[in-house]
């Protein structure tokens, strides 16, 4: 089992392009989630998607739109990048039965 | 609203010695699970422990044990036998049980270095 995998790993972007982060867990969970994660700060939720055909706000949204492409596949959109969004984004799964998120390895974006 | 404070931002400790990271959260909710996740320099975010607010014990993994204490809403991990690999940084987080949602909230973290 690979468990929750981002892609791409790194990326630098300008302001105002667009890219969307793709993410893909092949755990059979229900849930999945983005976080992103600033300097010398802990990670805080963007959106989640508790069910396939299912999205919701986490608690910072602005600027960012999600997919639930399927039960496998999560993805976080940037529609017009911001330097703000400079930071490491992660994709997290969970089991509906277990109350552990898993989390891929992060997206490390530079927004120029 | 759901809070997780770390108060400690940093710390050193000698390999083979034990080390508590302290957690303090604020919540309403009934019912909450509370987790420790490490984050190694290579920046993955590796799952350690959990503890459920009903749990009667106190969480164990291995070296890794969690000192829930309900009524000061406190959850401090505690690594027994330190080794250099656990150097890392440390973040604290909890989650509702009372929806199914099981969104985290996390604290900002403590960094811990081993030294040999």
């Known amino acids: 089992n690979a468990g929750v995998t981002q892609t791409p790993k790194f990326q630098v972007l300008k302001t105002g392009q667009s890219m969307t982060l793709q993410c893909a867990q092949d755990?059979?969970?229900?849930?999945m989630y983005w976080y992103r994660q600033d300097p010398g700060m802990g990670l805080r939720l963007i959106y989640y998607?508790?069910?396939?055909?299912?999205?919701d706000k986490g608690e910072v949204p602005n600027g960012y739109n999600v997919s639930r492409l399927n039960k496998r596949e999560f993805s976080l959109r940037l529609e017009s990048a911001a330097p703000s969004q400079t930071s490491v984004y992660f994709c997290?799964?969970?089991?509906?039965?277990?109350?552990?998120?898993?989390f891929g390895p992060g997206t490390r974006l530079l927004v120029l | 609203a759901q809070k997780i404070t770390q108060t400690q931002p940093g710390m050193f400790v000698q390999e083979k010695e034990a080390v508590t990271l302290d957690c303090t959260y604020d919540?309403?909710?009934?019912?909450?699970?509370l987790f420790w996740y490490k984050q190694p320099s290579s920046g993955e975010m590796i799952f350690l422990i959990y503890?459920?607010?009903?749990?009667?014990q106190n969480a164990t993994e291995g070296r890794y044990s969690l000192n829930f204490q309900k009524a000061r809403k406190s959850a401090n991990l505690v690594i027994s036998a330190s080794q250099l690999g656990d150097s890392a940084m440390y973040f604290c987080?909890?989650?509702?049980?009372?929806?199914?949602?099981?969104?985290?909230?996390f604290g900002a973290g403590t960094q811990v270095v081993v030294t040999p």
């Open positions: 987080a909890i989650s509702k049980t009372t929806d199914s949602w099981g969104k985290l909230q």
């Open positions: 503890q459920g607010s009903y749990d009667q």
């Open positions: 919540t309403s909710d009934p019912s909450y699970g």
């Open positions: 997290a799964s969970r089991d509906g039965q277990q109350e552990t998120q898993y």
């Open positions: 998607s508790a069910s396939e055909g299912t999205t």
């Open positions: 755990m059979n969970h229900n849930s």
